[in-house]
């Protein structure tokens, strides 16, 4: 292997380089003569071809477990997935029908930043009896939830500020909070309290570093909901501090047994510190159509826009028309599919009380359990590698949620029953041919 070696320092200001037209790799490019200034500590020599860095930023994000799982197992067949948090059910016909009417109708041109009035104006009137937000100021549209987050966190965020997480959480926070230089602060909630945190634990997780807490109730991975005692705690918490909350609640209509989908900002006093979340994707199995939008303050959406524009620019006319409509017309969609996760949720958790030596409390929203196997193991990334070779059951392990999930994985029953059956059938006779004696 060639040695790499640091360009001198002495030479810091400029120099040329003579070397022969080449790629490598598919992201390290070499010309035939190149005069530049540049930083000895970014670049190196290997050979005659020169190694540029990436950024920091981006080699410090933790990326998805739930990908890596997904990738594996698209290497092989016969597979039950659990993996993925997607809602296997069509998007409503009246929805796809009036994409299609305004493509036909040529709404193919650029539109606001922000969205446009129309889907802005029918996300006000589905939240009029809560946040009550200005379609005008407070709604901002964006390219499906994960990039809402993104934009968000680049709005708000200056390199240094801390991000308070609860964990377990949606894995692409950290790579989110890290790529605008932000530092995540794990606050862990744990099973015992139903994977709620304690305003105890928030409160001594704020430093004067902290900008923003990430809560995502009812919440992927452990299928948690809030509770009015613990959401009010923390909402008078953060009564006197210059904090943002962002509140990702794209499972809020996913809620069983008679619960109420309980979020912090219910008790906030001041909603210039709300950025509110949420998606298409879930409430109407609208993944691949990547539609989502944030209420928040006028000066958070602003910058936002501002962002979008530097990015995707703006979001197609008739995908906005048609998730416009499904605001209006389709909520009793969402009803369907909530039963059918009911009973799902119901059939997983009496298979998996069957397995040895593993646990999982009923989850009270979302679509996902969350399940022990500390009584066999706690690497639970090596669990769920060996099952999925082993029986082609794909799981995500639960430390790619963050520390508070080692020793757990997550399933999710967002599949068939033939699916739930099956992948558990393959998962206990797992378990008692390698950890039962």
């Not at 071809?49 to 994000?61: D, L, P, Q, Y």
């Not at 997607?86 to 305004?102: G, H, R, S, W």
């Not at 047994?257 to 979020?263: F, L, P, T």
Request: aromatic share 10%; charged share 25%; hydrophobic share 40%.
């Amino acid at each position: 292997m060639p040695i790499k070696r640091p360009i001198s320092s002495v030479k810091r200001q400029k120099a040329i380089f003579k070397y022969r037209l080449s790629i490598k790799n598919d992201c390290f490019f070499s010309a035939v003569v190149v005069t530049y200034s540049y930083n000895p500590s970014k670049i190196f020599f290997e050979g005659s071809t020169i190694i540029m860095e990436v950024s920091n930023f981006v080699k410090n994000a933790k990326f998805s477990a739930i990908r890596k799982m997904f990738n594996e197992s698209q290497k092989m067949t016969d597979v039950v997935s659990f993996s993925m948090g997607e809602p296997d059910f069509d998007t409503p016909a009246i929805v796809v029908e009036e994409a299609c009417k305004q493509w036909r109708n040529h709404k193919t041109h650029y539109t606001p930043n922000r969205g446009i009035l129309a889907l802005r104006q029918a996300v006000a009137r589905y939240h009029a009896n809560d946040l009550k937000p200005d379609p005008e100021k407070n709604v901002c549209i964006s390219n499906g939830g994960s990039d809402a987050i993104r934009i968000a966190l680049c709005a708000i965020l200056n390199p240094g500020d801390e991000v308070i997480v609860v964990t377990p959480c949606w894995s692409n926070y950290f790579s989110q909070v890290a790529m605008y230089g932000g530092k995540v602060v794990e606050v862990p909630a744990y099973e015992e309290n139903e994977f709620r945190p304690t305003v105890e634990d928030v409160a001594n997780a704020i430093t004067d570093k902290t900008k923003c807490i990430i809560m995502n109730y009812p919440c992927n991975p452990t299928g948690a909901i809030m509770d009015a005692k613990t959401a009010e705690g923390l909402a008078r918490l953060l009564d006197d501090k210059d904090i943002y909350l962002l509140s990702d609640e794209v499972y809020s209509k996913f809620v069983y047994d008679g619960n109420k989908s309980v979020s912090v900002i219910d008790y906030m006093k001041d909603m210039n510190k709300v950025i509110y979340l949420n998606s298409f994707s879930k409430m109407f199995a609208m993944t691949g159509w990547r539609i989502a939008y944030v209420v928040a303050s006028e000066k958070v959406v602003s910058a936002m826009s501002n962002i979008t524009e530097c990015g995707p620019s703006c979001f197609p006319e008739p995908t906005q028309l048609a998730a416009a409509k499904a605001l209006d017309c389709c909520l009793g969609e969402i009803d369907v599919m909530k039963e059918s996760y009911d009973r799902r949720r119901k059939l997983i958790l009496s298979l998996l009380n069957e397995i040895p030596m593993i646990s999982c409390k009923m989850p009270k929203g979302a679509f996902y359990a969350f399940v022990n196997i500390k009584a066999i193991t706690d690497d639970d990334e090596s669990f769920c590698m060996d099952l999925l070779h082993k029986k082609g059951v794909v799981t995500v392990p639960g430390s790619g949620f963050g520390a508070a999930g080692k020793g757990f994985v997550r399933i999710s029953y967002a599949t068939s029953d033939e699916n739930i059956r099956e992948g558990m059938r393959r998962l206990k006779e797992y378990i008692e041919e390698n950890y039962v004696k």
